[in-house]
């Protein structure tokens, strides 16, 4: 079956990182508009059983992933004293509509960044997915007969709730110049997905992605990057930690799943500026999944089959357009 998710998380929160106010341009307009479009290719990597190793690509073609979303947002500024470590303190109102061809997301947020290299942030959303052409945006999987039974997305909206804490860094603001701009960021989230109608222990299916769990997630992600006066604008490495607390969520499943298996990835990032609103970011993805004692033959098997390793491969070439409305 095509492989299509329909969210490059690792980018948008690349870019949403990087178009803070320690990086960005001042503007005077508290308002806050743009347009964000993501792809990502996927090529084709065998699943190799046994302990921890790698795989190689074994396919030019495995899948592919569009989203669209239309960020808007307002600034208040909430200065707490006269020190140039509180004076532009702020509070950020987002909102945003998410377009993919199987799913609609509204999302709300609030961001507060008491000083300049710590943001605080929380929010969520509610999701409708559809079903056509094979396309499962949502479904619920089905312990009898193996398969993923096709839910109406009216019925059983998709919905998460997070909070995340960044810490934020330029070598830019100690040592003045156009080739100082070290940027480091550091930043750690909570998320609680899930999928209305459904109970702990059972799997589902969401924008085409398979064996996700109602429950309480983390992700832990770190970049550095160089700044450079050109139209190549960031160059860096991003390392991405992302699972489940515990891993009791997928039920029954956990003792052979592994339901609190991290997924770890380690990305080169480029990000080019063209003028003052349009950005393009480029990531390559490197990841690691679930290795299995024993060959998966279909894809309905991996909830049966025992976890014995981590197996790394290239998972994707993502790309991200953004441009600044206002």
Not at 62 to 87: D, M, Q, R
Not at 142 to 164: M, Q
Request: proline letters at 5%; a negative charge; hydrophobic letters at 40%.
């Amino acid at each position: 079956m095509t492989k299509i998710k329909m969210k490059l998380i690792a980018v948008a929160s690349f870019i949403f990182l990087l178009t803070t106010p320690i990086f960005a341009e001042e503007e005077k307009s508290p308002f806050k508009l743009q347009l964000t479009t993501d792809f990502a290719y996927y090529p084709a990597s065998e699943m190799i059983p046994g302990g921890d190793h790698f795989s190689k690509i074994n396919g030019p073609y495995s899948g592919v992933e569009f989203c669209t979303t239309l960020n808007a947002g307002y600034v208040i500024n909430t200065p707490l004293g006269e020190h140039w470590l509180v004076k532009d303190s702020y509070v950020f109102l987002g909102a945003a509509f998410e377009l993919t061809p199987v799913s609609v997301k509204p999302k709300l947020s609030i961001e507060f960044s008491p000083v300049p290299f710590l943001v605080f942030r929380a929010g969520g959303s509610v999701g409708f997915g559809f079903n056509y052409l094979g396309l499962e945006g949502v479904a619920e999987y089905n312990p009898k007969t193996r398969e993923y039974d096709t839910l109406t997305g009216i019925n059983h909206p998709y919905y998460d709730l997070w909070a995340s804490g960044t810490f934020q860094f330029d070598t830019g603001a100690l040592i003045p110049g156009d080739w100082s701009h070290i940027i480091l960021l550091a930043s750690y989230s909570t998320v609680y997905t899930g999928l209305a109608g459904l109970e702990k222990g059972d799997i589902f299916e969401w924008q085409c992605t398979k064996y996700k769990a109602c429950g309480l997630a983390y992700e832990v992600q770190g970049i550095i990057a160089y700044q450079m006066p050109f139209a190549l604008k960031f160059a860096g490495m991003m390392y991405k930690q992302c699972g489940y607390y515990d891993g009791t969520v997928y039920g029954d499943y956990d003792k052979t799943f592994g339901g609190a298996f991290p997924e770890i990835s380690i990305s080169p990032v480029l990000q080019f500026a063209f003028g003052k609103n349009d950005e393009l970011t480029a990531l390559f993805d490197f990841s690691s999944r679930r290795s299995f004692e024993s060959e998966i033959k279909k894809g309905s098997d991996i909830l049966y089959t025992r976890t014995t390793g981590r197996e790394w491969y290239f998972k994707r070439l993502a790309i991200s357009w953004t441009h600044k409305l206002f």
